[in-house]
């Protein structure tokens, strides 16, 4: 994000405390200070007055930057700090709370969604934001998720509560599982997290798909498959690499194929499954860790492979969706 001292928010001796606490996170490589008039903020109380080594260096850097803004995805929101009461205005004490808080990418799971985010930012992350995170002295995100099913909403509102608490806006972003039985469904849970989203203006990416699972590209599942101590599930990854694209979107990945079908919209789904394949995909599914493969077998993951099993520049997506929050 960019900040921008308003001339009032310097003003005041009693608020100098918050406007350095914004600017450690910029020292940090965080954020960035955005300066509208050079002029008054080189003779400002604030900075001629202050001991501190470093604001001089800041300052004249932002000024510089400020002439030339950046361009990329990062750093787009900007916020003005003062005062005043207005859209896109914080209070100092706000915006010290809002620029020192980490991005939380709020999921199901931290542990295995966690996984999958990271690998995904291995990955297919631009090179303007590899630099930004390799930059950052501290990380400027951290993933959270109670890990257990309808737990996010409360996680969400929680967040909510927390920074309407310091009068700033929520700093998150948002990713689940569809839990698409079939193309075109999503869950009530997915879909009360998106209405929630939706009103705090929090951004949101419900997977088309049916969980993260049904993201493994094939060189990961056939290099795991490959291993000798996996010689079992080689004839279930050939069967699983036989279905359509849009079976194997929905599959569940974990349990395997269900026995008996929920709804016609599943039969209808996996009718074109030969008879062999099926009894192969209902025997053990991919065990409940399969995407613990993305740790595990890292070394045959692939942007190419990542986005051709994602088919929709979906994965993509979500990199931008976290680039444009920071």
Known sequence: MRVVFAADAIQDANE???????????????????????????????????NRPSLRRLFEQAAV?????RQGMLHRQIWVVTPRAGPGLLTPQAAARLFSLPLCVLVENRFTDGLFL?????????????????????SPWRCDGPGGAGELPKLIAEHIAEMQAEGAPARAVVFLDSDARFPGEVSPKAS??????????????ILHKRAIENYLPDEVLRGWALEPQNQVARDRVAALFR????????????KGLPKSYETDNERTLYASIAPSDAALLRERGFRDKVIELLRTHRSHL?????????????????VAMIAQAF
């Not at 279905?243 to 974990?254: G, I």
């Open 65 to 69: 930057r400020s002439t030339y803004p």
């Open 16 to 50: 100098w405390r918050h406007l350095d606490r914004i600017l450690y996170t910029v020292e940090d490589g965080w954020h960035e200070w955005h300066v509208d008039d050079p002029d008054a903020l080189e003779t400002s109380a604030w900075l001629t007055g202050t």
């Open 118 to 138: 990271e690998a995904i930012l291995a990955v297919l992350a631009p090179a303007e934001l590899v630099t930004f995170l390799d930059s950052c002295e501290a």
């Open 302 to 318: 692939s942007a190419d492979g990542l986005r051709q099993r994602d088919g929709r520049g979906e994965l993509d997506g979500m």
């Open 243 to 254: 279905l359509t694209v849009e079976q194997r979107d929905h599959l569940p990945m974990k």
């Open 192 to 205: 009360e997290v998106a209405g929630l989203c939706q009103a705090h203006a929090i951004p949101c990416h």
